[in-house]
Protein backbone atom coordinates (compact mmCIF):
# COMPACT_ATOMS: atom_id res chain seq x y z
CA UNK A 1 0.00 0.00 0.00
CA UNK A 2 1.14 3.57 -0.41
CA UNK A 3 1.88 6.11 2.53
CA UNK A 4 -1.10 8.97 2.39
CA UNK A 5 1.92 11.40 2.73
CA UNK A 6 4.82 10.58 1.50
CA UNK A 7 8.01 12.26 2.73
CA UNK A 8 10.54 14.03 0.72
CA UNK A 9 14.22 14.11 1.09
CA UNK A 10 15.32 17.59 2.02
CA UNK A 11 17.97 19.19 -0.43
CA UNK A 12 21.04 21.02 1.50
CA UNK A 13 19.91 24.62 0.91
CA UNK A 14 16.11 23.47 2.39
CA UNK A 15 14.44 22.43 4.90
CA UNK A 16 12.65 19.11 5.14
CA UNK A 17 9.20 19.06 3.38
CA UNK A 18 6.26 17.19 3.07
CA UNK A 19 4.21 16.95 0.46
CA UNK A 20 1.18 15.07 -0.62
CA UNK A 21 0.74 13.02 -3.12
CA UNK A 22 -1.43 14.04 -6.60
CA UNK A 23 -3.59 12.04 -8.45
CA UNK A 24 -0.54 12.52 -11.11
CA UNK A 25 2.29 11.26 -8.83
CA UNK A 26 0.08 8.08 -8.08
CA UNK A 27 -0.67 7.35 -11.19
CA UNK A 28 2.62 7.27 -11.90
CA UNK A 29 3.95 5.09 -9.17
CA UNK A 30 0.99 2.56 -10.23
CA UNK A 31 2.43 2.74 -13.70
CA UNK A 32 6.16 2.10 -12.81
CA UNK A 33 5.25 -1.19 -11.08
CA UNK A 34 3.49 -2.51 -13.81
CA UNK A 35 6.47 -1.77 -16.46
CA UNK A 36 8.73 -3.67 -13.62
CA UNK A 37 6.03 -6.25 -12.89
CA UNK A 38 5.72 -7.20 -16.63
CA UNK A 39 9.48 -7.30 -17.46
CA UNK A 40 10.98 -9.38 -14.74
CA UNK A 41 12.20 -12.46 -14.77
CA UNK A 42 10.16 -15.25 -12.60
CA UNK A 43 11.22 -15.14 -8.74
CA UNK A 44 12.48 -11.79 -7.37
CA UNK A 45 15.50 -10.21 -8.10
CA UNK A 46 18.21 -9.23 -5.89
CA UNK A 47 18.94 -5.24 -5.95
CA UNK A 48 21.24 -2.79 -5.31
CA UNK A 49 20.64 0.51 -5.45
CA UNK A 50 22.76 3.52 -5.89
CA UNK A 51 21.94 7.16 -5.30
CA UNK A 52 24.03 10.19 -6.79
CA UNK A 53 23.27 12.87 -4.29
CA UNK A 54 24.74 16.07 -5.33
CA UNK A 55 23.36 14.81 -8.69
CA UNK A 56 19.97 13.94 -8.05
CA UNK A 57 18.84 15.00 -4.30
CA UNK A 58 17.95 18.82 -5.64
CA UNK A 59 14.99 20.23 -4.52
CA UNK A 60 13.69 21.43 -8.21
CA UNK A 61 13.76 17.21 -8.91
CA UNK A 62 11.45 16.49 -5.74
CA UNK A 63 13.83 12.85 -5.97
CA UNK A 64 11.58 10.87 -2.94
CA UNK A 65 14.08 7.74 -2.03
CA UNK A 66 11.08 6.22 0.19
CA UNK A 67 8.91 6.40 -3.20
CA UNK A 68 12.09 4.48 -4.98
CA UNK A 69 12.84 2.29 -2.99
CA UNK A 70 8.89 1.24 -2.93
CA UNK A 71 9.07 0.50 -6.15
CA UNK A 72 11.28 -1.73 -6.19
CA UNK A 73 10.29 -3.88 -3.46
CA UNK A 74 7.80 -4.74 -6.06
CA UNK A 75 9.88 -5.83 -8.40
CA UNK A 76 12.72 -7.34 -5.58
CA UNK A 77 14.87 -7.36 -2.37
CA UNK A 78 16.91 -4.04 -2.26
CA UNK A 79 19.52 -5.66 -0.64
CA UNK A 80 22.29 -2.76 -0.63
CA UNK A 81 20.73 0.39 -0.64
CA UNK A 82 23.41 3.40 -0.51
CA UNK A 83 23.11 7.39 -1.19
CA UNK A 84 26.77 8.67 -2.30
CA UNK A 85 27.06 12.27 -0.71
CA UNK A 86 29.62 14.70 -0.93
CA UNK A 87 31.61 17.40 2.04
CA UNK A 88 29.80 19.75 1.17
CA UNK A 89 25.84 17.50 2.29
CA UNK A 90 24.54 18.74 5.71
CA UNK A 91 23.67 16.95 8.93
CA UNK A 92 20.28 16.97 8.22
CA UNK A 93 20.42 15.94 4.68
CA UNK A 94 22.59 12.72 5.81
CA UNK A 95 19.97 12.38 8.97
CA UNK A 96 17.07 12.15 6.21
CA UNK A 97 19.12 9.98 4.19
CA UNK A 98 19.34 7.16 7.06
CA UNK A 99 15.71 7.48 8.34
CA UNK A 100 14.80 6.52 4.43
CA UNK A 101 16.76 3.47 4.97
CA UNK A 102 19.95 4.25 3.13
CA UNK A 103 23.43 4.11 4.16
CA UNK A 104 24.65 7.56 3.22
CA UNK A 105 28.33 7.08 1.98
CA UNK A 106 30.51 10.20 2.56
CA UNK A 107 33.04 11.19 -0.14
CA UNK A 108 36.20 12.91 0.38
CA UNK A 109 36.92 13.26 -3.35
CA UNK A 110 34.57 12.95 -6.64
CA UNK A 111 31.32 11.05 -5.29
CA UNK A 112 30.93 9.87 -9.34
CA UNK A 113 34.78 7.78 -8.51
CA UNK A 114 32.89 6.53 -5.51
CA UNK A 115 30.32 5.68 -6.87
CA UNK A 116 31.53 3.81 -9.69
CA UNK A 117 33.89 2.04 -7.66
CA UNK A 118 31.30 0.46 -5.45
CA UNK A 119 28.87 -0.12 -8.47
CA UNK A 120 32.02 -2.83 -10.01
CA UNK A 121 32.31 -4.33 -6.70
CA UNK A 122 28.29 -4.85 -7.15
CA UNK A 123 28.46 -5.83 -10.94
CA UNK A 124 30.68 -8.66 -9.45
CA UNK A 125 28.67 -9.82 -6.64
CA UNK A 126 27.43 -13.30 -7.02
CA UNK A 127 24.61 -12.55 -4.50
CA UNK A 128 23.45 -9.46 -6.63
CA UNK A 129 21.35 -9.63 -10.16
CA UNK A 130 19.98 -6.30 -10.88
CA UNK A 131 22.20 -2.76 -10.26
CA UNK A 132 20.07 0.45 -9.55
CA UNK A 133 20.99 3.50 -10.30
CA UNK A 134 19.47 6.99 -9.43
CA UNK A 135 21.84 9.63 -11.50
CA UNK A 136 21.15 11.88 -14.85
CA UNK A 137 25.14 11.75 -15.02
CA UNK A 138 26.36 10.00 -18.67
CA UNK A 139 29.51 9.34 -16.80
CA UNK A 140 27.76 6.15 -15.40
CA UNK A 141 27.18 4.72 -18.83
CA UNK A 142 30.15 2.48 -19.14
CA UNK A 143 29.49 1.04 -15.52
CA UNK A 144 25.80 -0.02 -17.01
CA UNK A 145 27.38 -1.56 -20.09
CA UNK A 146 29.56 -3.34 -17.68
CA UNK A 147 26.94 -4.42 -15.82
CA UNK A 148 24.55 -6.00 -19.02
CA UNK A 149 27.72 -8.03 -19.95
CA UNK A 150 27.84 -10.06 -16.59
CA UNK A 151 24.69 -10.65 -16.86
CA UNK A 152 22.96 -8.30 -14.40
CA UNK A 153 19.87 -6.36 -15.04
CA UNK A 154 19.89 -2.33 -15.04
CA UNK A 155 17.03 0.14 -14.00
CA UNK A 156 18.00 3.65 -14.06
CA UNK A 157 16.13 6.82 -12.56
CA UNK A 158 16.74 9.91 -13.51
CA UNK A 159 15.09 13.09 -14.18
CA UNK A 160 14.45 15.92 -16.44
CA UNK A 161 16.28 18.43 -17.86
CA UNK A 162 19.20 17.33 -18.05
CA UNK A 163 18.90 13.64 -18.33
CA UNK A 164 21.61 12.09 -20.16
CA UNK A 165 20.62 10.08 -23.39
CA UNK A 166 23.31 7.35 -23.42
CA UNK A 167 22.78 6.62 -19.77
CA UNK A 168 18.95 5.68 -20.39
CA UNK A 169 20.40 3.60 -23.80
CA UNK A 170 22.26 1.70 -22.09
CA UNK A 171 19.79 0.31 -19.23
CA UNK A 172 17.26 -2.16 -19.63
CA UNK A 173 14.66 0.06 -17.62
CA UNK A 174 14.42 3.74 -18.00
CA UNK A 175 12.46 5.32 -15.02
CA UNK A 176 12.35 9.68 -15.71
CA UNK A 177 10.97 11.77 -12.55
CA UNK A 178 9.87 14.97 -13.77
CA UNK A 179 7.72 17.72 -12.01
CA UNK A 180 7.91 15.36 -9.18
CA UNK A 181 6.33 12.25 -11.12
CA UNK A 182 7.74 9.40 -11.67
CA UNK A 183 7.40 7.67 -15.85
CA UNK A 184 8.54 4.92 -17.18
CA UNK A 185 10.41 5.52 -20.88
CA UNK A 186 8.36 4.04 -23.38
CA UNK A 187 8.72 3.95 -27.17
CA UNK A 188 6.75 6.12 -29.33
CA UNK A 189 6.50 3.92 -32.28
CA UNK A 190 3.15 1.76 -32.51
CA UNK A 191 2.85 -0.99 -34.40
CA UNK A 192 -0.32 -1.37 -37.08
CA UNK A 193 -3.49 -3.53 -35.24
CA UNK A 194 -5.81 -5.28 -37.38
CA UNK A 195 -9.05 -3.28 -35.04
CA UNK A 196 -7.73 -0.32 -35.06
CA UNK A 197 -6.73 2.35 -38.08
CA UNK A 198 -3.99 4.63 -37.71
CA UNK A 199 -6.54 7.58 -36.62
CA UNK A 200 -8.23 5.38 -33.77
CA UNK A 201 -5.05 5.21 -31.48
CA UNK A 202 -4.76 7.64 -29.27
CA UNK A 203 -0.48 9.07 -29.27
CA UNK A 204 -0.98 9.58 -25.20
CA UNK A 205 2.02 8.72 -22.93
CA UNK A 206 -0.18 6.28 -21.22
CA UNK A 207 -1.75 4.46 -24.36
CA UNK A 208 1.57 4.03 -25.56
CA UNK A 209 2.82 2.55 -22.26
CA UNK A 210 -0.36 0.10 -22.24
CA UNK A 211 0.28 -0.62 -25.80
CA UNK A 212 3.75 -1.55 -25.18
CA UNK A 213 3.28 -3.50 -21.90
CA UNK A 214 0.16 -5.61 -23.97
CA UNK A 215 2.34 -5.84 -26.93
CA UNK A 216 5.43 -7.52 -23.86
CA UNK A 217 3.04 -9.80 -22.71
CA UNK A 218 1.82 -11.14 -25.86
CA UNK A 219 5.11 -12.32 -26.76
CA UNK A 220 6.09 -13.88 -23.50
CA UNK A 221 2.90 -16.50 -23.83
Known sequence: MLNTWLALVPCEQGSETIKYPTKGSLEGILSIRRYLGTKK???RRKIALLVDGPNMLRKEFQTNLKEIK???KDYGDVKIRKVFLNQYASEKLVEAVVN????????????????????????????IDTLALVTRDADFMPLLTKANEWGQETIVFGAEPGFSSALK??????IVLQDGV?????????????????????TSRAHLMRVKMGLERKAEE
Open 41 to 43: ERG
Open 182 to 202: MNCEVDTTIEEHEEETEEDIP
Open 70 to 72: SVL
Open 169 to 174: NSSDYV
Open 100 to 127: QGFDPVMCPGDVDVSLAVEGVDIVHNPH
